[in-house]
């Protein structure tokens, strides 16, 4: 395999604001995230000539991102949708760097927009299309039911409680509580965990991620071209994937992920082992999932994630600050690309109040589906 | 019977046997003619071996709880009827395991590990759901 350690480097990324914004489309969000992102590398449009997008989840429109190249007028030579749900922005800076390498392009934006909060039930937000006739029949509706039973079992098997799930939304909210760009703000105590409505046992609204209105972008380019512009370049060290399946029912685990391969993958590509993180950005469309990728990242062992979590171990000025940003669960939903543009931030030291001190190793993580497919990075300054 | 608005398996080529059956009131599960494994939900190839060929085993229809949750809140009206139900996932003891609801029992009953075998549900002329209901 090519050794793409450090060939690749993030110099520019985009924000929109992030919450209910009626007036928006998946298409502006697209288009203004893209915009911050390309102005924040210090490059200009005519010099990108990559994009990879990912449909919103109830976008219709067909050839997703030539279209938004297209309302953008970019010259591209390299285009595609990738479609793997959470796990999409991760992927789409690895095929970033394949492309780059591969000399199909120099100047990758990578960008995920949907104005899911407005106008996602407009769009058809019901059923998911899932395995459709063996779980939708039966219920099985949405993540939340499928994670839960996955929750449930790990509960089972190892002792999980409620509490350790909670501290997971209590440090996302917390480190929220110190970014302006964050739907929820409002730090939450155990009591406000334990006493939110039950949604799907163990499922807590508390657990479950934001429904939000916002975009992200990143720009993606050689570690060549990347030395002489705006910002220091934060390179990517490592990647990996890795596949669970689809099912979490049929799943000859329920309680080990893609997860390990995929951070096995990404930490032997960048030389680095779990104890090397100095910030770890995980995917959290539920508090479950920062629980059991912490697991099968290796930073504790496979049933030790509650206890890992507990006693404010994953927060701010700790051993391990996870979601310094406050998540899907408390910054919002924007499909991870936040996890991504927050780890940025953390090794530009650009957080102000929320910074990690010193950052200089960071790991992103990626999740789609129901636990399906995993995508990791890892970054450096 | 009265509409069915909730979603309904849509049989095809891989899955009409085993619909068909739950309308007999029988739980079939596809075997690999090949490598003899059963697998589920049906395909048309062995998941192990790469088979295409496969047949349809009667099974017991009895397993355990293997994990559950309880929808407490409806995703679209046609599910508010049924709130709170129990989505689960029942391993066969035959081995293999199936999404499914648990029913007839109280909530607070429901454990992983209890016994429960198959009873059919007849939502329409055409299509019976395999459920699960405690042994007694």
Known sequence: MANLKDTCAIVGIGETKFGTLPGATNTSLNIEACKMAIEDSGLTKDDVDGLLGQKAYFEPTFLWSTLLGDRMGLSLKYTADLDLGGATPVAMVQHAIMAINAGLCSVVVCTFGEAMRSHGRQQGWTYMLRTREFEEPFGLLMPTHAYSLACRRHMYEYGTTSEQLGAIAIACRKHASMNDNAQQRKPLTMKDYLDSRMFADPFRLLDICQVTDGGAAVVVTSVERARDLKHAPVYISGMGNGHTGVGVGWFPSMTTTGAGESAKMAFEMAGLVPGDIDVAEIYDCFTYTVLVTLEDYGFCKKGEGGPFVEGGRIELGAELPVNTHGGLLSQGHVDGMNHITEAVKQLRGDCGRRQVKGAEIAVVSGNGGDLSIHTTLVLRR | ?136
């Open chain 2, 1 to 136: 019977m009265a509409e069915y608005k909730k979603p309904l398996p849509v049989l095809d080529s891989d899955t009409a046997e085993f619909w068909e059956s739950c309308k007999r009131h029988e739980l079939l599960i596809q075997r690999c003619d090949q490598c003899k494994s059963l697998r589920y939900p049906p395909r048309s190839i062995c998941p192990k071996c790469f088979s295409l060929n496969a047949r349809w085993d009667k099974v017991s229809g009895r397993g355990e709880v293997y994990s559950f949750t309880v929808a407490r809140v409806p995703l679209s009206p046609e599910w508010i009827p049924d709130i709170p139900y129990v989505i689960g996932v029942i391993q066969l003891n035959e081995g293999v395991r199936i999404v499914s609801n648990i029913v007839g029992c109280k909530l607070e009953d429901i454990k992983i590990g209890m016994t429960v075998e198959v009873t059919f549900d007849d939502v329409t002329d055409n299509i019976s759901l395999p459920k699960f209901k405690p042994v007694p």
